[in-house]
């Protein structure tokens, strides 16, 4: 996943482009997953730049330095990756954090909250090597199983607008 986001309030919060929706476990029953930052020092487009400021709302409240929470971008208050986890180097935009051992249930817990599709599956191989083993869904894919015909027939006409 990419780190999108930082934020300090009472803590340093860091929002990444995958969710709970991705990796149900830690969310669900506080599963521990290590993450690792891989550093990406190339801007990355529609993301903050690694220099700009972070926005920090402290004032005099303690953080600590080094140690965040890793939160995806539903705004439910379990779609967390981890909480109070130190990690090394600092998150920034466009960093990689790369969630280890989601497992062989990680992708089949998934789900499609709020129309979001679910994100391709990775192999990393004993041999270092790493092979796509699954593709990222796609909008058609959501919609693949929809019978519009049959919710026309039903009378609704919102879907004969868009479709005609």
Known sequence: TRVVHRK????NYVG????MANLMRPGMYDAYHH?????????????PSREAPMPDNTKVLISKPGVFDV????????DKFAVDRPLHPVPLPGDVAVIHDSGAHGHSMGFNYNGKPRSAEYLF????SVIQIRRAETLDDLFATVDFDAAHAMGSSSLKRKRD
């Not at 191989?125 to 270092?128: M, N, P, Q």
């Open 8 to 11: 300090k309030i009472y803590k």
């Open 16 to 19: 990444v482009d995958a969710c």
């Open 35 to 47: 993450i690792s930052i891989v550093a990406n020092p190339e801007p990355v487009e529609g993301l």
């Open 71 to 78: 939160v995806g971008g539903l705004c439910e208050n379990n």
């Open 125 to 128: 191989r004993t041999d270092g």
